[in-house]
């Protein structure tokens, strides 16, 4: 089969190479991939940016989530059948969705939404479950609430706005004036542009979503409340998050000092700091596939690459001006699919 592979970090472009197709175990399934996102974590995982979280084998094949046709079950499945069209985002030690086929475990899929082609559905697992943990899971919004999230117009902002929305939240976010309109169609209460205005002059907010990192996170302290959570998937992992993953104690420590600032801030605010790493989910993904099928959320795909075309949707995402999720498409659809 053909798969988007990397030999090396910070290897340019990732290469189309023929590889066998996977085995899979009692647990899992076999997917026909139709389509799969390529996410900021795919670009990071190339540079070699994840390093000290994950420990990857050379070569290496990327892609997180995906879309695609059940072909093959394990002896142990039982919800899943050969011919189910499912989604999902895989386990961090057996990412490999830019490939035709793909085996995963059955935990940490669903069924399609019905609603969707293939391309849109490739668009949910990652950011769905990202936003669905930050917003559900961990800041707990209460309805009123309120939460900036940043960068709108991204690929977590375009579903994390949504989700803000349908928990109740006034959902505040950031992005250029020529997306405004796009954030406002999906809930957004207040836009602020950041190229021309500056967030923290919002108080007394429940809840940031950072998308940013550096200086951009350290600014949110300024506009929390006591009691609220800034969440994070783009700045430093915590000691806490560190002894949650199981990582060795000179790991912790080392991500101790580094979030030592962080940490600092969070204390002076009285307010909460959270490193997110997103955990796969199949439970947490249907949940997400009834709000899709039910209208309340819905993916914005910005473009559409075919497979082959891996090195210039690699290029046009590390640009950082998509609206919404860049799609790669590997396979056509098959018959009957569900």
């Known amino acids: 089969m053909k798969a988007a592979r ?18 899979i175990g009692e647990e899992d399934v076999l997917v026909k991939v139709l389509a799969a996102s390529i996410n900021p974590i795919d670009l990071k995982t190339k540079d070699g940016g994840l390093r000290m979280l994950l420990n990857y084998q050379m070569p290496l094949t990327l892609g997180s989530d995906f879309a695609g046709v059940i072909v093959q079950a394990g002896r142990h499945v039982q919800k899943f059948q050969p011919g189910d069209a499912v989604y999902g985002r895989v386990q961090k030690n057996r990412i ?9 475990s059955q935990k940490d899929i669903a069924f399609k939404p019905k609603n969707l082609s293939f391309e849109e559905a490739a668009a949910i697992p990652l950011v769905g479950l990202t936003s669905y943990q930050a917003l559900h899971d961990i800041m707990l919004i209460q309805p009123n609430q309120k939460v900036l999230i940043q960068a709108g117009s991204g690929g977590i902002g375009t579903i994390a706005i949504q989700i803000a929305k349908n928990l109740g939240a006034f959902v505040a976010t950031t992005t250029s004036q020529k997306n405004t309109a796009l954030v406002r169609s999906l809930g957004a209460d207040l836009v602020i542009d950041y190229k021309t205005e500056d967030f923290t002059d919002l108080k007394d907010y429940d809840h940031v979503f950072d998308t940013q990192g550096g200086q951009t996170l350290a600014d949110a302290f300024k506009i929390i409340k006591a009691g609220g959570n800034v969440v994070t998937i783009s700045g430093l992992p915590t000691a806490q998050f560190a002894k949650e993953a199981g990582l060795p104690l000179w790991k912790r420590g080392l991500f101790a000092i580094a979030s030592r600032r962080l940490t600092n801030l969070a204390k002076k605010r009285a307010a909460s700091y959270t490193f997110l790493f997103m955990k796969p ?13 039910q209208g309340q959320i819905k993916p914005i795909v910005d473009r559409i690459f ?32 569900s």
């Open 6 to 23: 990397i030999n090396r970090y910070k290897q340019a472009v990732p290469t189309i190479e023929e590889i066998p197709m996977p085995d």
């Open 96 to 104: 490999g969705t830019f490939a035709e086929y793909l085996a995963v």
């Open 281 to 293: 989910s199949g439970q947490q993904l249907q949940l997400l596939t009834e709000m899709i099928e």
């Open 306 to 337: 075919p497979l082959a075309a891996i090195q210039e949707a690699f290029a046009y995402s590390k640009a950082g001006h998509a609206r919404g999720k860049i799609i790669l498409k590997i396979a056509d659809e098959v018959e009957k699919t």
